[in-house]
């Protein structure tokens, strides 16, 4: 996914339905490896740690563990 900077074009409806299409099978799977293991409030590892991976792997610097925990 291209970085958008101030000076950079938006894009366009196109490209942005574009990308969100080819995100939509990592979304779902996401989505429904979170529903399958439900986690009460302040305690969400399994969560964490899903969104957490997809994030390093798309580039984002993190700072773990999140949150204070």
């Known amino acids: 996914m291209p970085a958008v ?7 366009s409806l196109e490209a ?3 990308q969100l299409t ?3 099978p990592r979304l779902d799977a996401v989505s429904l490896a ?3 293991r439900p986690e009460l409030k302040f305690a969400e ?6 969104l957490s991976s997809w994030l390093a792997e798309a ?6 563990p ?3 925990g």
């Open 45 to 50: 590892f399994h969560a964490q740690a899903l």
């Open 5 to 11: 900077t101030p000076t950079s074009p938006a894009p």
């Open 34 to 36: 979170i529903h399958a």
């Open 66 to 68: 999140a949150g204070g």
């Open 16 to 18: 942005l339905t574009a």
């Open 22 to 24: 080819a995100l939509r």
């Open 59 to 64: 580039g984002f610097s993190l700072v773990l």
